[in-house]
């Protein structure tokens, strides 16, 4: 892992001043690696999920492991869906559209309005007056010096790991995506079609409780959707808020920089890409959200100049990452809070 801030914004610029031209290649949807791709993930899922549904009067802890597996195929179909709302996956807007919706049913995230906050998230990653939009809030070292005991207790327990990738993710699932919290001019629709989205998710799943039995369609669906919104709450962190990300007040931001450097590459074995929808060449996907993820791999391997600034990061060294709990603007990384009392006070806080 890097162990410094690295490189300067005029030095990222310079040398990677064609990246346009290197990245438009790869922007060309493949219909046929996109239909390989919706099978080899809704295949397994529901073989999966069949099998979570016959287990569970054999081993509700069996259930909960193939639970936990199959979390891992909705993440690759979040991802398809993902693609769906930059209009990558297909060529055709409307099939995107398509796709994307049925996805839905199968992530439980609507899929317009998530598309839209996370297409804004694209525009603004990086800008500190911009973070509580599309990303896991955090403060910077100055913020957290100015609140009260009370607020330092508060953000102490909310950037806690379990909270954060645990507790977090539920509400986030069950709540924050059910109602309209972010909203810009011109957002009716948008708002519309996350209720009737949101109507039509909830209608599927009630149907589903009826047919099922609402004991095992509970235990089936809630499990795999309780660790896929952990994988997906994990992976963003450490996507975004590495050590030596890149984080700015909007004077001084830079898109370039801030794809580059502001998120990782998440440096996994390929089966794990595979399962996470190649997601973790995130600095190539924030380069471009046009490129399909089919054509992340392809676009990193075949342009190592794309890989020379980012910060890559293997599994066990992203661990200590949840530690990670404030954005020190002096020294241009994340600190943690034993970090900023010691800076504080000298003394070794345990």
Not at 159 to 169: A, E, G, M, N
């Amino acid at each position: 892992m890097n162990t410094s801030s690295g490189p300067s914004v005029e030095e990222i610029n310079d040398n990677l001043r064609h990246w346009k031209t290197i990245v438009a290649k790869y922007q060309q949807s493949n219909t046929p690696r996109a239909i390989g791709q919706i099978f080899s993930s809704f295949g397994p899922f529901i073989a999966l999920w069949i099998a979570m549904y016959f287990s569970v009067d054999y081993s509700i802890w069996l259930t909960l492991a193939l639970g936990a597996v199959n979390a891992f195929f909705l993440v690759r179909i979040f991802i398809i869906q993902h693609d769906c709302g930059h209009y990558s996956f297909l060529q055709k807007r409307k099939f995107n559209d398509v796709v994307g919706f049925v996805c839905s049913f199968f992530s439980s995230i609507p899929y317009t309005y998530w598309a839209r906050v996370h297409s804004y998230h694209h525009g603004h990653t990086g800008q500190l007056e911009h973070r509580d939009i599309g990303d896991i809030d955090f403060l910077t070292v100055g913020e957290y010096r100015d609140l009260t005991k009370w607020g330092r207790f508060k953000y102490r327990i909310f950037r806690s790991p379990v909270v954060l990738f645990v507790i977090v993710p539920l509400i986030y699932m069950g709540i924050v995506l059910r109602i309209p919290r972010i909203t810009f001019d011109g957002w009716g629709k948008v708002h519309v079609k996350q209720h009737l989205n949101n109507i039509a998710i909830a209608l599927v799943y009630v149907a589903m409780g009826f047919i099922l039995g609402w004991k095992a369609f509970l235990i089936v669906q809630g499990s795999i959707i309780f660790f896929f919104g952990i994988i997906s709450f994990w992976f963003f962190y450490v996507q975004h808020q590495h050590e030596h990300t890149f984080m700015q007040w909007t004077k001084n931001w830079d898109y370039l920089t801030a794809a580059i450097k502001g998120a990782s590459f998440y440096k996994l074995p390929r089966w794990l890409h595979f399962l996470t929808g190649n997601i973790g060449y995130h600095h190539i996907h924030h380069l471009s959200s046009r490129i399909p993820n089919y054509n992340l791999r392809q676009c990193a391997k075949e342009n190592p100049v794309l890989q020379k600034y980012v910060t890559k990061v293997t599994f066990f060294q992203s661990l200590p990452m949840m530690f990670h709990k404030l954005w020190d603007e002096e020294k241009q990384r994340m600190i943690s809070f034993k970090e900023f009392y010691q800076n504080e006070s000298g003394t070794t806080v345990a």
